[in-house]
């Protein structure tokens, strides 16, 4: 020992002192002979954060040189390597009991059993016996090559130290390069080119497997974009954030690279659609009426509706593409055309109904995912023709100055029954003016004769439909 006690019965003395180190005392022989050596670590530094002290005792036997030959050699059951560069190479501890430093190992092949193989060459692991760090011993294995046909190759090594002692089977197993991967939601493999769409807020566990490498299991996930949906790199729980696209890779915990990916569409779908409105009045060729149509949510993923259109039985419609040609839809991005009843729009975006056939129509608009939003569109027609009923005092013209003709006594009044040939919804409604108030005057069809007429005096009466358009005429001759 570097300093032995004066009395050799001492048990304890304080042999060296490293204040402020991590580097072990060192022990130096002197002479053959048994001590028992206490070490003793304490941590304190008035700026250490930790206040401990540990004690190691152990018996340090000094041989005659020549004698000192390890009991036993002591090295791990098994070791893993890959064609892969971070783990084509391992560096084995070798200790021996007793503890002996630089000892020097004979290492050989064997079979399970370590039982010395006739050959000691092989293609697959290569062996760098005694690598020396410091006192310790280590062992080198640099796997090669893998086994036939690129699958998993197993060889047995054990340590010898003369012919008696020897260690345990050093079982050495020498795995392909990781070559690939597979993702697979439940029992479906997913490529590159599949795109699995996920709802937002909603989460999808796939599973993974590598091709190669140490461990079928050895491996993470990676979002290729967070912001889109974020993954457990663990067990592969895809959680979607937003609306977006992005892939999902599966990587080999060995190498740090991916070996397969699948892409993964984030959407937000449609719970439903809306209408602000139930009822639409509009009139045949007019202007139209404003709807606007809503999603819900407003920023959904797919908004892609279809309408259809039922005309009720006063139209005489009765096929259902003959109602959608009597329905013209005007959105923001243009028109639909005449034949063809099918848009897409955007939430909010004002839609104008122009309807060509009069009538009652039920028009339903059906989304993606099958809601549906329905509204009534009235398409009032027009007067087609006017006349007026033949009674009593009223007459059909002999000739063109008039088509009607009337004869009253003065003071004497006659009202007048229009005739009306229309379309559904039209507006039916007369007024009336006379050309001769003197002689005549008519309010609401009502012809009266003034009191004070002259006989033989006349007057035309026109009987106008609100339209401006239809009217009769009645020539007045006061009796």
Same mark, same amino acid.
């Given at each position: 020992?570097?300093?032995?006690?004066?009395?050799?019965?001492?048990?304890?003395?304080?042999?060296?002192?490293?204040?402020?180190?991590?580097?072990? #005392?060192?022990?130096? !022989?002197?002479?053959?002979?048994?001590?028992?050596?206490?070490?003793?670590?304490?941590?304190?530094? *008035? %700026?250490?954060?930790?206040?401990?002290?540990?004690?190691?005792?152990?018996?340090?036997?000094?041989?005659?040189?020549?004698?000192?030959?390890?009991?036993?050699? %002591?090295?791990?059951?098994?070791?893993?390597?890959? /064609?892969?560069?971070?783990?084509?190479?391992?560096?084995?501890?070798?200790?021996?009991?007793?503890?002996?430093?630089?000892?020097?190992?004979?290492?050989?092949?064997?079979?399970?059993?370590? &039982?010395?193989?006739?050959?000691?060459? &092989?293609?697959?692991?290569?062996?760098?016996?005694?690598?020396?760090?410091?006192?310790?011993?280590?062992?080198?294995?640099?796997?090669?090559?893998?086994?036939?046909?690129?699958? #998993?190759?197993?060889?047995?090594?054990?340590?010898?130290?003369?012919?008696?002692?020897?260690?345990?089977?050093?079982?050495?197993? =020498?795995?392909?390069?990781?070559?690939?991967?597979?993702?697979?939601?439940?029992?479906?493999?997913?490529?590159?080119?599949?795109?699995?769409?996920?709802?937002?807020?909603?989460?999808?566990?796939?599973?993974?497997?590598?091709?190669?490498? +140490?461990?079928?299991?050895? $491996?993470?996930?990676?979002?290729?974009?967070?912001?889109?949906?974020?993954? %457990?790199? @663990? &067990?592969? @729980? =895809?959680?979607?954030?937003?609306?977006?696209?992005?892939?999902?890779?599966?990587?080999?915990?060995?190498?740090? $690279?991916?070996?397969?990916?699948? /892409?993964?569409?984030?959407?937000?779908?449609?719970?439903? +659609?809306?209408?602000?409105?139930?009822?639409?009045?509009?009139?045949?060729?007019?202007?139209?009426?404003?709807?606007?149509?809503?999603?819900? #949510?407003?920023?959904?993923?797919?908004?892609?509706?279809?309408?259809?259109?039922? *005309?009720?039985?006063?139209?005489?419609?009765?096929?259902?593409?003959?109602?959608?040609?009597?329905?013209?839809?005007?959105?923001?991005?243009?028109?639909?055309?005449?034949?063809?009843?099918?848009?897409?729009?955007?939430?909010?975006?004002?839609?104008?109904?122009?309807?060509?056939?009069?009538?009652?129509?039920?028009?339903?608009?059906?989304?993606?995912?099958?809601?549906?939003?329905?509204?009534?569109?009235?398409?009032?027609?027009?007067?087609?023709?006017?006349?007026?009923?033949?009674?009593?005092?009223?007459?059909? !013209?002999?000739?063109?100055?008039?088509?009607?003709?009337?004869?009253? @006594? #003065?003071?004497?009044?006659?009202?007048?029954?229009? =005739?009306?040939? *229309?379309?559904?919804?039209?507006?039916?409604?007369?007024?009336?003016?006379?050309? %001769?108030?003197?002689?005549?005057?008519? &309010?609401?069809?009502?012809?009266?004769?003034?009191?004070?007429?002259?006989?033989?005096?006349?007057?035309?009466?026109?009987? /106008?439909?609100?339209?401006?358009?239809?009217?009769?005429?009645?020539?007045?001759?006061?009796?």
């Amino acid at each position: 020992i570097n300093e032995r006690p004066a009395d050799k019965n001492a048990v304890s003395k304080t042999i060296l002192t490293n204040t402020g180190t991590t580097e072990a #005392p060192v022990l130096r !022989a002197e002479q053959p002979g048994t001590v028992s050596v206490k070490l003793t670590y304490k941590t304190d530094k *008035a %700026n250490s954060t930790v206040k401990e002290t540990k004690t190691v005792t152990a018996q340090v036997s000094v041989t005659e040189t020549g004698s000192l030959a390890p009991k036993s050699i %002591n090295v791990a059951a098994s070791a893993s390597l890959s /064609m892969d560069e971070p783990r084509q190479e391992l560096l084995l501890p070798v200790t021996t009991s007793p503890f002996i430093p630089g000892v020097r190992l004979d290492w050989k092949f064997t079979d399970k059993s370590g &039982n010395v193989l006739e050959s000691q060459t &092989n293609s697959c692991l290569a062996i760098e016996p005694n690598v020396e760090q410091g006192a310790y011993n280590y062992l080198r294995l640099t796997a090669k090559a893998a086994g036939e046909g690129n699958t #998993p190759v197993t060889l047995y090594l054990r340590a010898f130290y003369g012919e008696k002692v020897k260690s345990r089977v050093l079982k050495a197993t =020498v795995y392909p390069a990781v070559s690939g991967g597979i993702i697979k939601k439940g029992s479906a493999v997913k490529s590159d080119t599949d795109t699995t769409v996920i709802n937002r807020k909603s989460s999808v566990t796939f599973s993974g497997q590598i091709t190669g490498g +140490i461990s079928t299991k050895d $491996l993470y996930w990676a979002s290729g974009d967070p912001s889109v949906f974020t993954v %457990n790199a @663990k &067990n592969g @729980k =895809v959680t979607a954030v937003n609306q977006g696209e992005a892939a999902l890779s599966l990587c080999s915990s060995e190498t740090g $690279l991916e070996v397969a990916k699948t /892409m993964i569409r984030v959407v937000n779908p449609l719970t439903g +659609i809306t209408l602000n409105t139930k009822t639409v009045t509009i009139r045949k060729a007019g202007t139209g009426s404003v709807l606007v149509l809503s999603y819900n #949510p407003s920023d959904a993923s797919d908004k892609t509706v279809s309408w259809t259109c039922t *005309a009720a039985s006063n139209t005489g419609i009765k096929d259902k593409q003959s109602a959608l040609r009597s329905i013209v839809l005007t959105g923001s991005s243009g028109s639909t055309s005449a034949s063809v009843f099918s848009v897409t729009t955007n939430a909010g975006e004002p839609l104008t109904f122009t309807g060509t056939v009069p009538g009652i129509y039920t028009i339903k608009a059906t989304a993606a995912n099958k809601k549906t939003a329905s509204f009534t569109v009235k398409v009032l027609g027009e007067v087609t023709d006017l006349s007026l009923k033949v009674t009593g005092a009223l007459k059909p !013209a002999e000739d063109s100055s008039s088509d009607y003709t009337l004869s009253l @006594k #003065p003071g004497a009044s006659f009202t007048v029954s229009p =005739v009306f040939t *229309a379309e559904y919804g039209a507006v039916k409604a007369c007024a009336s003016r006379s050309s %001769n108030t003197l002689a005549a005057t008519t &309010n609401k069809g009502k012809i009266t004769i003034s009191k004070c007429a002259a006989k033989g005096s006349t007057a035309i009466v026109t009987i /106008m439909c609100v339209d401006g358009i239809h009217y009769r005429t009645i020539k007045v001759t006061v009796l």
